[in-house]
């Protein structure tokens, strides 16, 4: 998926392709309301392409893409109000969030994470959070 190839174009360097992909997904889910539509997986694929699209704008310096994406994140998780793919947003804004060196954000976003991943056993995510929070 478009989602899978822009997150390893991005984890290989290749930001420009990784956020036209990522911005593929982006459109395509919201032009066909991705949120209506039948899962193929267990994770929804806008909070998985706008999580990796906030950190691809990030390290290619568009701020103001990424604080857009990143409230894009936020509301998404919001608005589905699943368990795991809150803790998922969570832990990449917190990320970002620590990256632009917006402590007391990081703090928030880690704190209701590890609450999250306490409480429904999301072990991996539960040390991803610890250490967010840290």
């Given at each position: 998926?478009?989602?899978?190839?822009?997150?390893?174009?991005?984890?290989?360097?290749?930001?420009?392709?990784?956020?036209?992909?990522?911005?593929?997904?982006?459109?395509?889910?919201?032009?066909?309301?991705?949120?209506?539509?039948?899962?193929?997986?267990?994770?929804?694929?806008?909070?998985?392409?706008?999580?990796?699209?906030?950190?691809?704008?990030?390290?290619?310096?568009?701020?103001?893409?990424?604080?857009?994406?990143?409230?894009?994140?936020?509301?998404?998780?919001?608005?589905?109000?699943?368990?795991?793919?809150?803790?998922?947003?969570?832990?990449?804004?917190?990320l970002y969030r620590l990256l632009r060196g917006?402590?007391?954000?990081?703090?928030?976003?880690?704190?209701?994470?590890?609450?999250?991943?306490?409480?429904?056993?999301?072990?991996?995510?539960?040390?991803?959070?610890?250490?967010?929070?840290?």
């Amino acid at each position: 998926s478009n989602s899978t190839l822009g997150y390893i174009l991005f984890a290989r360097g290749d930001l420009q392709s990784a956020r036209r992909h990522l911005e593929d997904v982006v459109h395509l889910y919201a032009t066909h309301d991705g949120a209506r539509l039948p899962r193929i997986s267990p994770q929804d694929p806008l909070i998985l392409s706008l999580a990796a699209l906030l950190h691809v704008l990030h390290a290619m310096g568009d701020e103001a893409g990424a604080t857009r994406v990143a409230a894009e994140l936020d509301a998404h998780a919001k608005l589905l109000a699943r368990p795991f793919e809150s803790a998922w947003a969570l832990s990449w804004l917190a990320l970002y969030r620590l990256l632009r060196g917006d402590f007391t954000d990081v703090l928030s976003a880690a704190e209701q994470a590890l609450g999250i991943c306490k409480e429904h056993g999301y072990t991996l995510y539960q040390l991803v959070a610890t250490s967010l929070e840290a």
